[in-house]
T-cell receptor, first 113, second 111 residues
Framework: DADVTQTPRNRITKTGKRIMLECSQTKGHDRMYWYRQDPGLGLRLIYYSFDVKDINKGEISDGYSVSRQAQAKFSLSLESAIPNQTALYFC????????????FGSGTRLTVV | RKEVEQDPGPFNVPEGATVAFNCTYSNSASQSFFWYRQDCRKEPKLLMSVYSSGNEDGRFTAQLNRASQYISLLIRDSKLSDSATYLCVVNPAGNNRKLIWGLGTSLAVNP
């Protein structure tokens, strides 16, 4: 099994729908992150969590919310999906130092029509 | 100045060539550095960490130059399978550490 698992792998949804992307990890890491990636824009941080009781906005949090249900689980919600949220979404984890880099999930390809 | 800057490329090289990428960073107090590899529409994967003394892993060599605030990645004897985007990543100083990601350098190795 993968260290960081994201579900679903692909999703097509309609404008205005609420959608949740889920992430679970077996690394035992405290820190978890949600990124989106768009062509030419690189990885952009949406939200991050340094432990279960800690949630922080990243650089592009508008239109998104998160929930850290447990150390191993961090979900991302789009409250009312819009077409410009069409992107590749990645969940990542790291230990508390960040000195060993991040481990990424395989990504969720989301299309909002 | 961007926190992490990379030449986007693309770098087109023949098989067997040696290719080098540089990446500059703005925070002189940055603590650790990485190169990640990302294949098209796949997740980034750690290629190697970059240490002050430099490090080598097979055909890949990473160097850090703190005085000039850049890191480099050298790939020798390029393979077709090396075609990917290479992301430069910096861990800034401070307790609230989040990695800072470059936009990536695209490499295409041609037969």
């Amino acid at each position: 099994d993968a260290d960081v698992t994201q579900t679903p792998r692909n999703r097509i949804t309609k404008t205005g729908k609420r959608i949740m992307l889920e992430c679970s990890q077996t690394k035992g890491h405290d820190r978890m992150y949600w990124y989106r990636q768009d062509p030419g824009l690189g990885l952009r941080l949406i939200y991050y969590s340094f432990d279960v009781k800690d949630i922080n906005k990243g650089e592009i949090s508008d239109g998104y919310s998160v929930s850290r249900q447990a150390q191993a689980k961090f979900s991302l919600s789009l409250e009312s999906a819009i077409p410009n949220q069409t992107a590749l979404y990645f969940c990542a984890t790291s230990d508390f130092t960040g000195l060993n880099g991040y481990t990424f999930g395989s990504g969720t390809r989301l299309t909002v029509v | 100045r961007k926190e992490v800057e990379q030449d986007p490329g693309p770098f087109n090289v023949p098989e067997g060539a040696t290719v080098a990428f540089n990446c500059t960073y703005s925070n002189s107090a940055s603590q650790s550095f990485f190169w990640y590899r990302q294949d098209c529409r796949k997740e980034p994967k750690l290629l190697m960490s970059v240490y002050s003394s430099g490090n080598e892993d097979g055909r890949f060599t990473a160097q850090l130059n703190r005085a000039s605030q850049y890191i480099s990645l050298l790939i020798r004897d390029s393979k077709l399978s090396d075609s990917a985007t290479y992301l430069c990543v910096v861990n800034p100083a401070g307790n609230n550490r989040k990695l800072i990601w470059g936009l990536g350098t695209s490499l295409a190795v041609n037969p």
